[in-house]
C-alpha cells in the first residue's frame, strides 16, 4: 500500500521523468474499462494512442497527481513490467542498474518509503547532467571564440598590410597622374598651335579653291560652246546621212516584205495555231498573292539606257527583270511594297512604249503571306517557288526560251549575268532599267 502525499511535498519532475509517467498513464488508460476511467480523462478514450499522447499529456499528469485509485492501476502496471526495480524499492534500496527514468517514475507511483528521495536524486543527477552539458558547450562555445577571435586579429594584420600597400600604391598613381597630366597640358598647348596654323593653310587652300573653280568655270562656257558647234555639225551630219540611206533603205524594206510575206506563208503552210501562250508562262513559279523577300545589289558594268533602247528595239524582244535587284539599286530606301509598285508602273509605261514582252522576277522564297501587285497590261509578275531564289528562276525563263529569241535580262548580279550569257541572253545593268523609267 503507498503511502498518500502531502500538498507541495512532491518535487519537480525532470522533464523525461514526466514524459515516462504520462506514457505509462496512456498506456495503462486504454487497458481500463470505460466506468473504470477518471471522468477527465474519459473525453480522451475515443482519441487514436498516438493523438490521446499528444493531447491528453497534461490530463493524464493531473490524473496521476490527483486520483489515487488511477495511480494505483498505474503503479499494477509498473509492478508487473519492472518488478525488480518495483521489489528494491519496496525493500527501501535503489537498483544500481535501472534507468534513472525508470527509476523514478517508479518511486512515484508506488510511492515508497523515501521515494521523494529517489525522484529528487534523478532530478538533481538530471540538472547535474544538463549543467555539465550546458558547460561543455560553454567550453567549446568560449574555444570557438577565441579561434574567431585569432582569425580576426589575423584577418586584421592583413587588411592593414594590404591598405598599407593599396596607399603606396595610391601615391604612386597620383605622382604618375600629375606626370602625365603635365604632359597633355603641353601637348595641348602644342596641338593649340598646330591647330592655328591648320586654319590658316585652310584659308589660303579655300582661296586658292575659289580660284581654280572660277578658272573652270570659265572653261567650261567655252566647252559648252565648243559643244554646241559641235552638235550643230553633227546634226548637218545626220541630215546627209538619212538623205544618202534613202535608196538604201527602200532595197532593205523590199528584202524585209519579201521576208515576212514568207513567213506569213510558212506559217499558212504550217497550220500553226494563233495563241497568246509565251515560253515564259509555262515556267513554274508563284503568282501574285503569295509571298517575296528581297535580295541585296550586286555590281555590273554598263549603265547606258541606250543599250537598253537599242535591245528592245529587236523584233519578239523578251525583257526578264531582276525586281528587287532593279528596286534596291534605283530606290533602295522606300518599302518593299513600294519598291515593287513603282518597279511594275514603270515597266507597263514601257511595254507600252515599247510592245516588249516583260517579265518581272521577285524573290518569294522565304515569304509566307500573300503579296498583292498590281499587273499593268503586258507585264508579268513572277515569284520564286519556295527553295528557289529569284536568280534561278530567271535562269530557268532564260533556258525556257527558243533559240534566236532575243532575251534581254536586266540585272547587276554578275552571277545571274554569266548564266543567261551561257544561255544566249544578253545582260544590262539595273541602273540603266532604272535610268530609263526615270526618263519616261
Not at 555590273?300 to 526578264?320: I, K, N, T
Not at 513600294?338 to 518569294?364: K, N, P, Y
Not at 547587276?412 to 526615270?438: C, F, N, Q, T, Y
Request: glycine share 8%; net charge neutral.
Amino acid at each position: 500500500m503507498t503511502e498518500p502525499s502531502a500538498p507541495g511535498s512532491v518535487p519537480a519532475l525532470p522533464e523525461q521523468v514526466r514524459a515516462r509517467l504520462v506514457a505509462l498513464a496512456d498506456e495503462t488508460l486504454g487497458t481500463l474499462a470505460p466506468g473504470e476511467v477518471p471522468a477527465p480523462l474519459r473525453p480522451f478514450l475515443r482519441f487514436t494512442p498516438a493523438r490521446r499522447l499528444r493531447h491528453a499529456a497534461p490530463a493524464l499528469a493531473a490524473a496521476l497527481e490527483l486520483d489515487e485509485g488511477f495511480r494505483e492501476r498505474v503503479a499494477d502496471r509498473v509492478r508487473d513490467a519492472l518488478p525488480g526495480v518495483a521489489d528494491a524499492l519496496a525493500a527501501g534500496s535503489v537498483p544500481p542498474a535501472a534507468e534513472p527514468a525508470d527509476l523514478a517514475a517508479a518511486a512515484y507511483l508506488l510511492r515508497t518509503p523515501g521515494w521523494e528521495e529517489v525522484v529528487g536524486g534523478v532530478a538533481r543527477e538530471g540538472r547535474e547532467q544538463q549543467a555539465g552539458a550546458e558547460l561543455a558547450e560553454a567550453r567549446a562555445a568560449a574555444e570557438r571564440l577565441h579561434a574567431q577571435l585569432a582569425v580576426l586579429r589575423t584577418q586584421q594584420r592583413t587588411d592593414i598590410d594590404r591598405v598599407r600597400t593599396e596607399l603606396h600604391a595610391a601615391k604612386a598613381e597620383v605622382a604618375e597622374l600629375r606626370h602625365r597630366l603635365h604632359g597633355a597640358r603641353e601637348e595641348s598647348r602644342t596641338a593649340a598651335g598646330r591647330s592655328r596654323r591648320a586654319v590658316e593653310e585652310a584659308e589660303q587652300r579655300a582661296a586658292d579653291a575659289e580660284a581654280r573653280a572660277a578658272r573652270a568655270e570659265t572653261e567650261a562656257r567655252r566647252l559648252r560652246d565648243r559643244l554646241a558647234a559641235v552638235e550643230g555639225e553633227r546634226d548637218g551630219a545626220r541630215r546627209q546621212v538619212r538623205e544618202g540611206r534613202t535608196a538604201a533603205d527602200a532595197r532593205l524594206r523590199l528584202l524585209l516584205d519579201v521576208v515576212a510575206d514568207a513567213a506569213t506563208g510558212l506559217r499558212r503552210e504550217l497550220a500553226l495555231p494563233a495563241s497568246d501562250v509565251r515560253p515564259a508562262d509555262s515556267v513554274e513559279a508563284l503568282a501574285p498573292g503569295q509571298a517575296l523577300q528581297g535580295v541585296g545589289p550586286r555590281a555590273l558594268a554598263s549603265d547606258d539606257p541606250a543599250v537598253l533602247d537599242e535591245l528592245l528595239s529587236l523584233p519578239r524582244v523578251h525583257l526578264v527583270v531582276d525586281g528587287y535587284n532593279v528596286t534596291k539599286s534605283g530606290y533602295g530606301g522606300l518599302a518593299l511594297q513600294a519598291q515593287r509598285e513603282r518597279l511594275v508602273t514603270g515597266l507597263g509605261g514601257l511595254v507600252a512604249r515599247t510592245g516588249a514582252e516583260v517579265t518581272c522576277c521577285f524573290d518569294g522564297a522565304a515569304v509566307d503571306a500573300p503579296v498583292v501587285v498590281a499587273k499593268p497590261r503586258g507585264v508579268r509578275v513572277l515569284f520564286s517557288l519556295p527553295g528557289e531564289t529569284a536568280d534561278e528562276l530567271i535562269r530557268r525563263l532564260v533556258a525556257n526560251e527558243p533559240a534566236g529569241r532575243p532575251v534581254v535580262v536586266v540585272s547587276s548580279d554578275k552571277e545571274v549575268a554569266a548564266g543567261v550569257v551561257r544561255s544566249g541572253a544578253r545582260p544590262v545593268a539595273a541602273m540603266a532599267l532604272v535610268r530609263r523609267l526615270e526618263r519616261g
